[in-house]
């Protein structure tokens, strides 16, 4: 089996623009990995294996961040049911991305740090003299993690035109964006459901800020609040400054003491990039909240 998101696949990608034919495959795969139809990767030799991932990339990364959300655990899916059946093609991507792997009768062993520095939740395993061991199952979900969080942190760029045209069409395809007027799940926004998928080192704190006010606009008791904030910490890439839980939470209580429901403190800040991003989404954090409650 190849995987189209390993190293050896980026050694083969080409930097080229998608023929018709491709961007057309590519739109019926995203579009049934969305609706998880997909049973499998598309069947291709290496290097179209690859540049269909490539596209699929570009296509997705121009769709709002629900469909993103939706194709990047459907894609994983697929991913962990190759890793669950082909232990040869599954160790070789673990050790690309754990150089330290070892087998340990039954099981593995990954190095605490390389595993931490990954950002994995250490509930899965349990640690032994620095070293973590994994069951093959736990590596299984420790690679779809990955691959979801690699599908999520796609940059958003200016696509070319077949491409924006791709994007657009599977978005209005597959994705319905709020009835304008219907009442607005704040912590279901494209904006806040990107925050929600991690912020970079220096935008962590305006993300908390976003999320905490979603949190308190949608009426989530503190409890649950403070779930949404520490998932919130995981998802964040860490930096060479962290950005702890306590951090996250303080910013959740500065929130919730305040009663602050509206994102217009946000004008200015790096949320306000990621929310210029999304489509049809109601939020207006320039102007007075008219006809939409809760915001
Ligand atoms: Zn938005």
């Known amino acids: 089996m190849f995987l189209?998101?390993?190293?050896?696949?980026?050694?083969?990608?080409?930097?080229?623009?998608?023929?018709s034919q491709r961007i057309e495959s590519c739109k019926t795969f995203i579009a049934s990995v969305v609706r998880e139809e997909a049973r499998e990767f598309l069947h291709l030799n290496p290097e179209d294996a690859v540049k269909c991932y490539a596209t699929c990339n570009a296509i997705i990364s121009g769709c709002p961040f629900p469909l993103q959300s939706r194709f990047s655990k459907g894609y994983a899916r697929l991913a962990l049911n190759v890793f669950r059946n082909d232990a040869e093609t599954t160790l070789d991507y673990a050790k690309e991305l754990f150089p330290s792997l070892l087998a340990e009768g039954e099981d593995f062993s990954?190095?605490?740090?390389e595993f931490l520095n990954s950002e994995q939740d250490p509930s899965l395993s349990?640690?032994?003299?620095?070293?973590?061991?994994?069951?093959y199952e736990d590596i299984c979900y420790v690679l779809s993690n990955?691959?979801?969080?690699?599908?999520?942190?796609?940059?958003?760029?200016?696509?070319?035109?077949?491409?924006?045209?791709?994007?657009?069409?599977?978005?209005?395809?597959?994705?319905q964006p709020p009835a304008p007027g219907s009442k607005v799940n704040s912590l279901s926004l494209q904006c806040v459901e990107k925050v929600k998928s991690g912020?970079?080192?220096g935008q962590r704190y305006y993300g908390s800020l976003a999320?905490?006010?979603?949190?308190?606009?949608?009426?989530?008791?503190?409890?649950?609040?403070?779930?949404?904030?520490?998932?919130?910490?995981?998802?964040?890439?860490?930096?060479?400054?962290?950005?702890?839980?306590?951090?996250?939470?303080?910013?959740?209580?500065?929130?919730?003491?305040r009663g602050i429901s509206s994102f217009r403190s946000l004008r200015g800040t790096p949320?306000?990039?990621?929310?210029?991003?999304?489509?049809?989404?109601?939020?207006?954090?320039?102007?007075?909240?008219?006809?939409?409650?809760?915001?």
């Open 271 to 295: 949320f306000e990039a990621i929310h210029s991003k999304c489509i049809g989404c109601p939020l207006r954090l320039g102007e007075r909240q008219v006809g939409i409650r809760k915001l």
């Open 146 to 175: 990955l691959v979801v969080r690699k599908l999520m942190s796609l940059p958003s760029i200016d696509l070319p035109s077949p491409l924006k045209t791709a994007a657009e069409s599977l978005t209005a395809e597959l994705y």
């Open 211 to 257: 999320l905490a006010i979603a949190c308190h606009a949608d009426g989530l008791n503190k409890k649950d609040a403070e779930g949404v904030m520490l998932l919130y910490v995981k998802a964040c890439q860490k930096g060479s400054n962290s950005f702890t839980d306590r951090e996250a939470i303080a910013c959740m209580d500065w929130v919730y003491t």
């Open 4 to 19: 189209p998101f390993t190293q050896k696949a980026r050694e083969v990608a080409l930097h080229e623009m998608p023929d």
């Open 126 to 135: 349990q640690v032994r003299s620095g070293k973590v061991i994994l069951a």
């Open 110 to 113: 990954i190095n605490l740090f």
């Open 199 to 201: 912020m970079p080192e």
